[in-house]
C-alpha cells in the first residue's frame, strides 16, 4: 500500500490512453496465465483437434467452389462437388457448435481452478495481511477476477490456433492466385495488426484500474452490510449509499475506459475487411478484365480473403480477451505471490531439543518481548476504518523504516515496522503456571489482547521470546501450537451456519451428545431446544439470530469442547447478565481445574479469585500477583479496585 497513491478526483482525470507507470498496481504475464490453461489440457486437446477439423474443411472450400465455377463455364458435370461442398459445409458447422460447447466448458474450468488456488492461498496468508486489506476486496477478487480468466478462451485464445492454421493456409493459397493481389492485402492487414498491438496494453491497464474499483465498490458494500444495523441506527442511511454509489460510480467510469479503448480496437478487423475486399474487387476486377486472372480464380481469391480476415477479428478478439484477463490475472497473482504463514523455525525447534515440551517448564512465558505492528496494518487502521485490528494497537504512524536483520518478524509481522513510534508490548515478561487461571488487567489499550494474539501466533515479536511448555512457538509448527490452544476473541464472532457448525469448528470430530453437553454447560440449552431443529438451529450472519451474551457462550461453548489444555479468554463474559456471568465463571472455574486459563478482563470481580493477575499499561508490566498483593503494591490495580469497589 502506497501512501502516496493519487486522489480520486487525479484517478479520474487520467486517460485510460496513458502509458504504463508505477502506480498502475500488479502486473501480469502472458507465461503466468498458462499454466491455468495448462490445467485443462485434456479437455484443450479435442478443442484443438476440431479448431483444426474446422479449418481444413472451411480451406477446403474456396478449391472446390473454383472448380465448380470451372465446370460451369466448361459445361462438366456438377453432382460429386457439390455434394461434396454441402458434406464440409455440415462438418464445419458441426465441430464448431461442439468446440464451443468445450470452450464454454474449460472456460468455467479455469475459472474454478482460479478461485481454488486464490482461496487456498488466501486463506493460508498471515494475520497482518488481512488486517491491512479490505474484506470486501479481497471477495472481489475471488468473485470478480477469476470470471475475467473465462473469456480467454471463451473469445478466440485457442480458436486462434486454428485460426491461425486457416490464415497460413489462405495466405499459401492466394499466393499461388495472384501474389499482387495478395501484397495489396497484407499492407491492409499489417497496418490493422499494428494498431491493435499498440492498444493492447492500454486495454490491460484500463482492466486492471476498472477491476480494483469493482473491489472499492465490493468493499464499501460489504461495510455498510456488515454493518447495516450500526447504520440505520445512527441515521447514516443515506450517507452509506451515497458512499457506495460514489464507488460504483468510479467502476462504471473505469469500465467506460475499458470501453473506450476496446471500441477502437473492435473496428480495426471491419475497417481491414472493407479496405482489403475493395482493393480485390478493384485491382482484382481490372487484372480479370485484362486476363491475367480467370473468374474462378478471382472467386476463390475473395473466399480465402474472408477466411484470412476472419483470423485476424480471432486474434484481435483473443489480444483484446486476453488483454483484460491478464489486468485481473495481476490483482490475483498480487495474493497468490504473498507469502504464506511460515512454518515451524528449524534452528529453534533443533534449539528446544525437536520442539519437546519440558514438563517442569511453566505453560506459557512471556520473556522480554517487545512488538509493535506492521506499517500497513497500522495505516490500514487509519484510513479504512472497517479493518481488523485489536484495540490495543492504536498506535498510528505514517513512516516505517524495514526492520533491522536478523529480527523476528515472523508471518509478515515485521514489513514495514515503523521504528520511531512507541512500542505496543516494551519488554513483557511473565509466567503463566500449569493448570492455572491467570488474568491480564489494565486500561484500554495497555496491549492485553496483542499479548493473546502474539501468543496464537498471528504476528511474531520484534525482540524476546514466547515459551509454550519451555518450548520458543517459533520452533512449533502453526497448526501444532493452535491445537494445544482454545481462543475466544474479544468480539466472540460466530459464523453462519448452525449451532452445530459453530461448535465443530472447535473440534471437527465432537459427537452431538457432545454438542449439546457443551451447550448446557453455558447455559445455552433454551436456545437449543427453542427450535426442533436442534444442534441443526441457525445461527445467521454473524450470529445476528443470537443475543450478544448467547453468543459470547457459544464462542465460549467452541473452546470447552476443544481439548486444548491452554484457553485464552479476551473479554470472555463482557456481555453477560449477572446470572449467566456466575454460570459462566462456575463453568470455567471447572475447567480450570484440567488446563491453563489466561483471561482478559475489566470488571475485576470477574477474576479476583484468578490464581495470578498481571496489569499490564502501555504495553508494559507494572506487576504480578494475587489480588490482595497488588491491592497492596500496585498503585493502578489498587486505583481500578477502588473505582469498582474491590477494596
Known amino acids: ?163 491461425a492454421l486457416t490464415f497460413v493456409g489462405a495466405l499459401v493459397a492466394m499466393l499461388v492466385i495472384d501474389p499482387v493481389l495478395l501484397g495489396l492485402t497484407l499492407l491492409v492487414v499489417l497496418v490493422s495488426i499494428a494498431v491493435v498491438a499498440l492498444l493492447a496494453g492500454r486495454i490491460r491497464i484500463a482492466s486492471q484500474r476498472a477491476q480494483a474499483k469493482v473491489g472499492d465498490l465490493t468493499a464499501a458494500l460489504e461495510r455498510a452490510i456488515s454493518s ?171 513512516h516505517a523504516p524495514a526492520p533491522a536483520a536478523g529480527s523476528a518478524t515472523g508471518s509478515g509481522a515485521g514489513a514495514g515496522i515503523a521504528a520511531d513510534r512507541p512500542w505496543v508490548l516494551d519488554g513483557v515478561g511473565f509466567t503463566v503456571a500449569r493448570g492455572r487461571r491467570t488474568a491480564l488487567v489494565g486500561p484500554s489499550g495497555a496491549g492485553k489482547s496483542t499479548i493473546l494474539g502474539l501468543i496464537e501466533r498471528f504476528y511474531d515479536p520484534q525482540e524476546g521470546a514466547i515459551l509454550l511448555d519451555g518450548v520458543d512457538i517459533r520452533a512449533l509448527e502453526r497448526t501444532e501450537l493452535r491445537s494445544r490452544i482454545g481462543y475466544v476473541e474479544q468480539d466472540a464472532p460466530v459464523l453462519a451456519g448452525s449451532l452445530r457448525d459453530n461448535l465443530l469448528l472447535g473440534r471437527a470430530d465432537a459427537s452431538d451428545d457432545e454438542c449439546v453437553e457443551v451447550l448446557e454447560r453455558v447455559n445455552l440449552g433454551e436456545v437449543l431446544h427453542r427450535s426442533a431443529d436442534g444442534l441443526s438451529t441457525p445461527v445467521g450472519e454473524q450470529g445476528v439470530l443470537l443475543s450478544g451474551g448467547e453468543r459470547q457462550r457459544l464462542a465460549i461453548g467452541r473452546a470447552l469442547l476443544s481439548t486444548a489444555p491452554i484457553l485464552l479468554l479476551d473479554e470472555s463474559t463482557s456481555s453477560l447478565d449477572g446470572l449467566n456471568e456466575q454460570l459462566m465463571r462456575d463453568a470455567l472455574d471447572a475447567a480450570a481445574a484440567e488446563r491453563t486459563m489466561i483471561v482478559i478482563a475489566h470488571r475485576l470481580s470477574t477474576v479476583v479469585d484468578s490464581d495470578s493477575i498481571v496489569v499490564v499499561e502501555h504495553g508494559r508490566v507494572l506487576g504480578s500477583g494475587t489480588h490482595s498483593e497488588l491491592v497492596e503494591t500496585v498503585p493502578l490495580y489498587r486505583d481500578l479496585a477502588r473505582h469498582q469497589l474491590l477494596v
Open 1 to 163: 500500500m502506497s501512501s502516496s497513491s493519487p486522489s480520486p478526483s487525479a484517478r479520474r482525470s487520467r486517460s485510460p490512453f496513458a502509458r504504463p507507470s508505477a502506480d498502475d498496481g500488479p502486473r501480469a504475464t502472458f507465461g503466468q496465465l498458462m499454466p491455468y490453461l495448462f490445467e485443462q489440457k485434456r479437455v484443450l486437446v479435442p478443442i484443438l483437434a476440431l479448431s483444426l477439423l474446422g479449418a481444413l474443411t472451411s480451406l477446403a472450400q474456396p478449391l472446390l467452389v473454383a472448380e465448380l465455377i470451372q465446370r460451369v463455364q466448361s459445361g462438366g458435370v456438377l453432382g460429386v462437388i457439390v455434394w461434396l461442398l454441402v458434406a464440409l459445409v455440415v462438418v464445419s458447422s458441426l465441430a464448431s457448435g461442439f468446440e464451443h460447447y468445450l470452450l464454454q466448458r474449460t472456460g468455467e474450468g479455469v475459472v474454478l481452478s482460479s478461485r481454488r488456488r486464490l482461496v487456498a492461498r488466501m486463506l493460508h496468508l498471515p494475520i497482518a495481511q488481512f488486517d491491512a486489506r479490505r474484506t470486501g476486496d479481497l471477495v472481489s477478487r475471488v468473485g470478480s477476477d477469476t470470471t475475467l480468466l473465462r473469456a480467454v478462451l471463451t473469445q478466440g485464445l485457442v480458436e486462434a490456433v486454428g485460426g
Open 228 to 398: 447495516v444495523r450500526t447504520v440505520r441506527a445512527a441515521g447514516a442511511t443515506d450517507r452509506e449509499i451515497a458512499e457506495v454509489d460514489g464507488h460504483a460510480t468510479e467502476a462504471w467510469r473505469r469500465g467506460l475506459d475499458v470501453a473506450r479503448v476496446s471500441a477502437l480496437v473492435v473496428p480495426v478487423a471491419g475497417v481491414a475487411m472493407q479496405l482489403s475486399l475493395l482493393v480485390v474487387l478493384g485491382v482484382g476486377g481490372f487484372r480479370v478484365a485484362a486476363g491475367q486472372l480467370d473468374i474462378s480464380g478471382l472467386v476463390a481469391f475473395i473466399m480465402f480473403l474472408f477466411m484470412l480476415i476472419m483470423p485476424l477479428g480471432q486474434a484481435i478478439g483473443a489480444v483484446t480477451a486476453t488483454s483484460q484477463a491478464l489486468g485481473a490475472l495481476g490483482r490475483i497473482q498480487e495474493i497468490i505471490d504473498l507469502p504464506q504463514e511460515t512454518d515451524g523455525d528449524a534452528a529453534l525447534a533443533a534449539a528446544h531439543a525437536g520442539g519437546r515440551a519440558d514438563p517442569a517448564a511453566p505453560a506459557v512465558e512471556f520473556r522480554d518481548v517487545r512488538f509493535r505492528y506492521p506499517h500497513d496494518v497500522v495505516r490500514a487502521r487509519r484510513t479504512e476504518p472497517e479493518a481488523p485490528l485489536a484495540a490495543d494497537s492504536a498506535a498510528p504512524d505514517t
